[in-house]
């Protein structure tokens, strides 16, 4: 079992940047591979990016490509996100996830969820 606790969301400037944290406790962490979602309301979790178990690669869909940067320091349990150039749409509820495998973030089934940090992009 992996327990994943997201934080650094919140109001934001539009064109700044935003750096969101995932806290993982439980099972060592490093054997998962962990990524990102965002949700806007009404709608499916986004999938945009995932990161390996070791961290050393990343993948990110053609469609968030440039803007977002996923990292993690398996010593300290965590995953990253960070945003820059921030856009109203932007403005969603963000989730860290963990899976056996890259592909079941890449295709939405990861094994474990965040609860999940609301970011809203002001103009």
């Known amino acids: 079992q992996v327990q994943l606790t997201e934080s650094g969301g919140g109001l934001v400037q539009a064109g700044g940047s935003l750096r969101l944290s995932c806290a993982a406790s439980?099972?060592?962490?490093?054997?998962?591979?962990a990524g990102w979602f965002r949700q806007y309301p009404g709608k499916e979790r986004e999938f945009l990016g995932a990161?390996?178990?070791?961290?050393?690669?990343?993948y990110y869909p053609d469609s968030v490509k440039g803007r977002l940067s996923i990292s993690r320091d398996n010593a300290k349990n965590a995953l990253y996100l960070q945003v820059n150039s921030l856009k109203s749409e932007d403005t969603a509820v963000y989730y860290c996830?963990?899976?056996?495998?890259?592909?079941?973030?890449?295709?939405?089934?990861?094994?474990?969820w965040g609860q999940g940090t609301q970011v809203t992009v002001s103009s």
């Open positions: 990161t390996i178990k070791s961290g050393a690669s990343t």
């Open positions: 439980g099972s060592s962490f490093s054997t998962y591979a």
């Open positions: 996830a963990a899976g056996q495998t890259l592909h079941s973030l890449v295709v939405g089934t990861p094994d474990y």
